[in-house]
């Protein structure tokens, strides 16, 4: 396995229960967390998805708002194109660490599906839109889908190379992202041609309830195995 450039991302990992991997589940946390945050919902997926290898790297950088914490990218909202500055930087390491762990499990790059939350969300629609491969889908919890300017341009446009199926969630009572960004992303995604879904979980913030695990999981499921 070829050395990154910078620290090189890992954590914690899942084995299928199967014990065969035939699909990889990556999951990526929000700002301020880590790995951790997001692996027990793998053990959630087992029976939806037994023949999948979950993994829930974490995110390069040491977080500047929590002491533990991880992010992708920083945040000072001081600057209106922070999100798109730091989902570029941040996708180079990300891109290496998923060919490397497909590689890893000798599986196919269509074999992989991503799974966000948060600032992970901003990360899996901005890697998975311009991967070479399109993954077999994306399912966003809490998230945005980061543009230019905050706009769609042609430019944005041309790079979207890959149009997996995706999966918006989103709480109705979020105080950090509002549910408005759903609609705002799937707009987004509709107008690239991205094939999207959405659910509003009600009463919900800035998290994940057992209704919008319950769909993510089937909407997995569905795209990787044809189960239900």
């Known amino acids: 396995m070829a050395e990154l450039d910078g620290p090189k991302l890992d954590g914690p990992r899942l084995e299928p229960r199967s014990g065969k991997a035939r699909q990889l589940v990556v999951f990526l946390h929000g700002y301020g967390a880590?790995?951790?945050?997001?692996?027990?919902?793998?053990?959630?997926?087992?029976?939806?998805?037994?023949?999948?290898?979950?993994?829930?790297?974490?995110?390069?950088?040491?977080?500047?708002?929590?002491?533990?914490?991880?992010?992708?990218?920083?945040?000072?909202?001081?600057?209106?194109?922070?999100?798109w500055a730091g989902v570029n930087a941040a996708a180079p390491m990300l891109n290496a660490f998923l060919d490397a762990e497909l590689k890893r499990r000798n599986l196919p790059p269509q074999a992989l599906a991503l799974v966000g939350f948060s600032q992970g969300t901003m990360m899996a629609l901005h890697v998975g839109l311009?991967?070479?491969?399109?993954?077999?889908?994306?399912?966003g919890y809490s998230g945005m889908l980061i543009m230019p300017g905050d706009a769609m341009t042609d430019a944005f446009?041309?790079?979207?190379?890959?149009?997996?199926?995706?999966?918006?969630?989103?709480?109705?009572?979020?105080?950090?992202?509002?549910?408005?960004?759903?609609?705002?992303?799937?707009?987004?995604?509709?107008?690239?041609?991205?094939?999207?879904?959405?659910?509003?979980?009600?009463?919900?913030?800035?998290?994940?309830?057992?209704?919008?695990?319950?769909?993510?999981?089937?909407?997995?499921?569905?795209?990787?195995?044809?189960?239900?």
């Open 34 to 83: 880590d790995g951790n945050d997001l692996i027990e919902i793998g053990r959630a997926w087992l029976g939806l998805l037994p023949d999948a290898a979950f993994v829930s790297p974490h995110a390069p950088r040491p977080c500047g708002q929590a002491p533990v914490g991880r992010e992708w990218f920083a945040l000072t909202f001081r600057d209106p194109n922070e999100r």
């Open 130 to 139: 311009r991967r070479a491969v399109p993954p077999a889908a994306i399912v």
């Open 157 to 228: 446009a041309a790079e979207i190379v890959a149009r997996p199926p995706v999966l918006l969630i989103h709480g109705d009572a979020d105080d950090l992202i509002p549910v408005q960004s759903i609609f705002h992303a799937a707009q987004g995604l509709a107008a690239l041609e991205v094939p999207v879904q959405w659910h509003i979980s009600a009463g919900v913030g800035h998290g994940i309830d057992q209704e919008g695990l319950r769909h993510g999981g089937q909407f997995l499921a569905r795209q990787m195995t044809g189960r239900t």
